[in-house]
């Protein structure tokens, strides 16, 4: 399709593109953006529309991928915008509070062309707080939230008045009346935000014949920003996404000679709220607000102004929101240019006003559902008077009375078996069917309930008897010195398969939980692999498996819901190849985690510190813990950049994806299960005590423990929508108890 174009470097794998969407460059439809596997993007810029169709068509048939609900089909990845939003699940999904504020405010940036390639169209995000003095934030208080219904430049009365006026007095016949002469989102506003983290200080110098800004206009102190955007006629900024989950962007971490203001303060680190003693807890706290109800009830306004009815037109007009209309779509065709230097110049006034969103919708956008009205959907009709049965759902117990292991809730209502599947210390293994009610699951024929609970659980034909052809436990040989525990198991998203690992022939092996037969056997490392890990799936089911072993080392794996494991070759998993081999540790490999969403694979060792890579190999960083912190034993990531590691004896640490350590605490209990809620602000533990504890992931505060069991519990996971809370105890049973971290959110995190 293409000419061979000298010094053209780069290659990507065909095998490897999840998302293709159609962009635009300096407001002309000419470019492309394909998303790959491991989370990372290229954009291309083609000469005209004809070159991008004949592209696309060229691709794999992949559309913008699997996670709006979309089909995967070519005319996706060319359909505009505003079909892209007609057509998609998102905005129910948000509405229905599946997704969080910030998972749709990206949605809607990607779709509407807003790309982290482009920083002329870098992703554009709301201011939400106003109080940037106060000692202390509270978050109940509707008086420290910005009015969401009027663009940045309507906030104060004063400056409102003074951009009417300039649009009712407009004389200039050469273009058409604006508000702002200055947009929400450049180029250089976004480079202004980010200057002290690279890449973004070498683009800032390159943009600037290698000198930083004028000290005055550096960004260096939030409250000074928030205060500028309110008065300075030429600043209406919004912010971006990066506000909301990077603290290093506030940090002068590469010690860079920013200048002296005219108030003659050095600059340095920004400088944070009162409220926010550090950029973490700037960062989390900003989270939240972004999160809370007054947002969420007022987000679709602001929606309105930047993608939707008030973006252009009389509606924009009305809702002072006009910008000069150089920066629309369909302004200017760059093409109708003939000479070089007027269209070079053209270009130039373009990249310098910015450029709006693609408009998404002309009429005004959906509110969110009320909490209130999510909460209090009819629950269980069973009442419980004390706390114990308030927190407790049900309590299945095995006829086998080996403990239960490894625990996986994949739980979402669109599988064909939504399921818990329990593994035993035996390796003895039971598709749970989750029946969608308040109850939750369904036990198999044989399986007992605790019938002091008196719940009303039915008994559904899922697994056949535990004899003849179908029994459904593993008897392969595994080497006689591995621990049977949590990390020895994956389980697949859709429930079907089960991978196990630590057997003598340093394969791990993948069986049906359907048949409970052998599907297939993986090789690759020296030794005996002892621990499994997988990514958050793709709604296709792919994702990433990681497997450590005795020999130090750690492969990457991918795994596609078709083909099972796959190497190079993705028409055979006949003898797979690791995508990645992961080295770093001098012993034995005990625990690992993946996130596909951000790239990585953290990995412990039997001593050591654990170790941070890409998936694609790549060693960034080891995690050191405290000095008493040498044995990690669990690890687990959340996808916004929090990893919490459990050592031995007690000791836990929360570190930053990128190597900070934020808090570290001793309990006393063996802990044996620790887990995430999908938003990373909780953490959930329970050991040998037979005690579940929930605390609050930043600080380590403790936020609630659960009536104590009988037995120790040595598996957790939790229920797609983060309701139900699954232990498996070593005593053979499975309890399930209701979680409600929206509670303790409100009853802890209001105040700062």
Partial sequence: VLAYTEGLHGKWMFSEIRAVFSRRYLLQNTALEVFMANRTSVMFNFPDQATVKKVVYSLPRVGVGTSYGLPQARRISLATPRQLYKSSNMTQRWQRREISNFEYLMFLNTIAGRTYNDLNQYPVFPWVLTNYESEELDLTLPGNFRDLS?????????????????????????????????????????????????????????????????????????????????????????????FYYLPEMFVNSNGYSLGVREDEVVINNVDLPPWAKKPEDFVR?????????????????????????????????????????????????????????????????????????????????????????????????????????????????FPSNSPVTHVAANTLPHLTIPAVVTVTCSRLFAVNRWHNTSVGLRGAPGYSLDQAHHLPIEMDPLIANNSGVNKRQITDLVDQSIQINAHCFVVTADNRYILICGFWDKSFRVYSTETGKLTQIVFGHWDVVTCLARSESYIGGDCYIVSGSR?????????????????????????????????????????????????????????????????????????????????????????????????????????????????????????????????????????????VEVWQAC?????????????????????????????????????????????????????Y
Wanted: glycine content about 6%; proline content about 6%.
């Fill in 150 to 242: 009027k663009p940045i430049g309507a906030l104060n009365p004063k400056r409102a008045v003074f951009y009417a006026e300039r649009y009712e007095t407009w004389e200039d016949d050469q273009s058409p009346p604006y508000h702002y002469n200055t947009h929400y989102s450049t180029a250089t506003s976004t480079l202004s935000w980010l200057v002290r983290i690279e890449p973004f200080t070498t683009f800032f110098l390159n943009a600037n014949d290698g000198k930083f800004d004028h000290p005055n206009r550096t960004f260096s102190s939030v409250a000074r920003s928030w205060r500028t955007s309110q008065r300075d006629t030429s600043d209406v900024k919004e912010l971006i996404p990066e």
């Fill in 285 to 397: 706290i900003n989270r939240m607000a972004l999160e809370s109800e007054f947002v969420s009830c007022q987000l679709h306004q602001w929606i309105d102004l930047i993608f939707g009815y008030k973006q252009r037109g009389p509606e924009a007009v009305r809702a002072l929101n006009v910008f000069h209309y150089l920066t629309y779509e369909g302004s200017m065709n760059l093409d109708s240019i003939t000479d070089p230097v007027l269209r070079e110049a053209m270009e130039a006034q373009i990249q310098n006003f910015g450029q709006t969103p693609s408009q998404l919708l002309i009429e005004p956008h959906p509110p969110r559902s009320s909490a209130m009205h999510l909460c209090f959907l009819p629950q269980s009709p069973l009442m419980f008077k004390d706390q114990m049965q308030q927190d407790v759902i049900m309590v299945l117990k």
């Fill in 551 to 691: 020999d130090a080392t750690l492969l990457l794996w991918y795994w596609s819901g078709r083909h099972h494991i796959i190497g190079d070759n993705p028409n055979s998993s006949d003898y797979p190849a690791p995508r990645a081999v992961l080295t770093g540790h001098d012993h034995e490999v005990v625990c690992v985690s993946v996130c596909a969403e951000l790239g990585l694979v953290i990995s412990g060792a039997k001593e050591g510190p654990c170790l941070v890579h890409t998936i694609t190999g790549d060693l960034l960083r080891a995690l050191e813990g405290p000095e008493n912190c040498l044995f990690p034993r669990l690890i687990s990531v959340s996808s916004e950049g929090h990893c919490i590691i459990y050592y031995e004896r007690g000791r836990f640490s929360n570190f930053s994806i990128n190597g900070k350590l934020l808090a570290q605490m001793e309990i006393n209990d063996s802990t044996r299960a620790i887990l995430l809620s999908s938003d990373g602000q909780n953490l959930v533990t329970g050991g040998d005590n037979g005690v």
């Fill in 699 to 751: 600080d380590f505060k403790q936020l609630y423990i659960y009536p104590g069991c009988d037995a120790g519990i040595r598996a957790m996971d939790l229920s797609h929508d983060q309701r139900t809370l699954i232990t498996g105890m070593a005593s053979g049973s499975i309890v399930a108890f209701n979680i409600d971290f929206n509670r303790w959110h409100y009853e802890h995190q209001n105040r």
